[in-house]
């Protein structure tokens, strides 16, 4: 690959300026090519090279050096023209591996002098991004110039321009991580704001992106399953720990010196399930883990097996977790399960000394509080809070004590609603203090700009469109697929007879977040019933615990009538739009897989045992997991844990879907086999040795 000169002769007497780099796409189709321009000072002499190895190297004036030694390839050296442009192509192997992100960087040299360019990303994969994206996470830097936003579908993050409210780069820094719920890509900026983090949960690398030009500075190597972010930087030390679900733990790094990354120890867990975490003021931990709804306190300098220090249930999923400047606050659904009082959306209040929940704020003012943003009580008359409620398409926003309801902004101003998946606070660069929120929308793939100059009521600005086709994409519209249009009636309170100002207290996703459980175990009656989930529903009917729903058409008929708890019709011709999103919703790809979708060893032995010595597929064959053709659904003396009859569940998309059994007796899979010998599950597993049960448990995180 050489440089395509163009422009005439070299100038003799240009200022070295630092050289700009740009690709005509950051997506390489296998067969293709990309086109490379740098511009920069005619007359110098300029290298590009690329690398999969991302590195931050502080060169003084001559720039930060973005790839690791030793491991680049130069892919075109020359002499800059005197247009300003060199210009090369990149050919893209036939053979090249889907999913492989390679890093660019360029430098010129004159008069002894050499200067390095930012860095670029691509990746190569079959084809351009289409389709959906489902934006899921959100993060702005504390000068209030960059905003970074994540989504599941296809492993991009796009850099917006926060001053100007303009979409500035897509980076394909990460992989797609699918239908994986409960927000499976987060994003995070280091409270200096040198850095951005992505954390994916279908992820085997942290990456780490400089928070000005979008460049990949590391991609530090971390077990799959990474959820929330955090940071302390006190006195001089900057740790980084990042909670991941596969391990049950909190993996920690140390920034020494700046730009390199180290891992430095690993806190377990004494719950299971890890999503959003915390760093308090002090250095401790707060974390919220999904199985047990609780929130788990840490003390990560102490010794191992003495770290946690509290684990306190809430009676409700752990959404996100934010600091109010004086105590912990906690969007949830707190489950109550009483027939016209099925729960409560609130924020928690968590005391950060006692570890008990001391009141709550925004009772059922809006539906599904999902994601929040905090500025702390101490920025004094500027305190907020936001919070988006994404079932009713709004943001609540209240002063820093949360007593005070300053307003309740519809994000769209109309019908279909929008659908908030997080909100952001967005400062302004010369003063430092809040000017506007970003409320990042999942399903239209928006950034909806709330400006909070001279408060209530708030201005809305024009939506920054981020999907593929660069426009605003509208639910209810005709531009949707029919099952796009399900997820949204299943994501809003319209669906079940509510408005964005008189909300139904649930929605579908209020108990199946993202199409999953939201793992409580006391819906409808009071009594325990585990939810399941519902992704790969058609195909596996009758459905409840007991089989007493024959179809799909009466299971989702049944719901719209149930869930209503207020007096007014469901949305019109919802039925249809529904059934077709749990036709397409699919269980997601384990994220306890390898990186390639490849099962371990100790997953093929599980299999092994599971199909031979336990035998389990007598009632979960594949591929679906449940009973094989010919065989009932549901067993009429039922299968020894109390429910009778007992309608088989599948099995696919188990590991999301803590805890186990019919009432959710179960806390993990192990427990499924060993509470109770004389039920099927005991008995199958009584003449297993210990080795070959926890082959098993492998296996079935792997489906």
Known sequence: MAGLLSGGRPSVASTHVRPSLSLSSPFALPGSSLRIILRGTPGAFVKIQASRQAAE?????????????GSELTLAAGTVPENGQFVTTLAVPDN????????????????????????????????????????????VTPDGRRAFVADALSGVVTMVDAVNDQKLLELPVTLPAGTVPHRPVRLAVDPEGR?????????????????????????????????????????????????????????VFAEAPLGAFTAVGRIALSSTGPGPLLVLPDGRLAVGTRTEDS????????????????????????????????DILIPTFVVLGQDRVPGFNRVLRMDPVSYQVTGYLLDNLGTDYTSIAVRPTTAGAQSLIAVNGAGTGTTLITDGSGLTLQANVRLTGGWPDATPRDVAIVNDPATGLPAKLYVLDYLRETL????????????????????WSGQVRVPMSGQLSRAEDGEWLFRSVTTLGGSYDGPNPVTCNTCHMDGASDNSRAHVTGKPIQVPAAWGTLPTAPYFWDG???????????????????????????????ISFLGAHQPPASIFLQADGSMTAEQLAGKAVFENRAQCNRCHAAPLFIPPSGSPRTLPDGVGTGLVPANVPSLRGLWATAPYLSEGQAKTLMDVFTLNPADVHGQATAGLSD????????????L
Do not use: C
């Not at 179809?551 to 007096?567: C, E, S, Y």
């Open 57 to 69: 190297l502080p060169q003084g004036p001559a720039g930060t050096r973005l790839l690791r030694p």
């Open 96 to 139: 090249a591996r889907h999913g492989d992100v390679f890093h660019l960087q360029a430098l010129t040299q004159q008069d002894g002098q050499t200067l390095w360019s930012r860095g670029l990303s691509y990746r190569v994969q079959a084809e351009p991004p289409s389709g959906q994206r489902k934006t899921v996470s959100l993060a």
């Open 548 to 578: 007493h729903v024959p179809d799909i058409q009466h299971l989702v008929g049944g719901a719209l009538r149930l869930h209503n708890h207020t007096d007014n019709p469901p949305a019109p011709k919802s039925m249809a739009p529904l």
């Open 691 to 702: 080795t070959e049960k926890q082959q098993l448990v492998a296996y079935l995180k792997a």
């Open 295 to 326: 929130i788990e306190f840490i003390n990560p300098l102490a010794a191992a097996g003495h770290t946690t220090l509290a684990v306190t249930p809430i009676g409700g999923a752990p959404h996100e977790l934010a600091w109010s400047g004086s």
């Open 195 to 251: 850095h951005v983090f992505v954390s994916n949960v279908a992820a085997s690398t942290l990456t780490v992106l400089d928070a000005v030009s979008g460049a990949v500075v590391a991609d530090i190597p971390v077990p799959r399953g990474g959820r929330g972010i955090g940071f302390d930087f006190r006195n001089g030390v900057r740790r980084i720990y990042q909670a991941n679900e596969t391990q049950d733990a909190v993996l």
């Open 448 to 467: 909806r700009p709330i400006a909070l100059a001279g408060g209530s009521p708030y201005a809305t600005g024009a939506e920054i469109p981020l999907a």
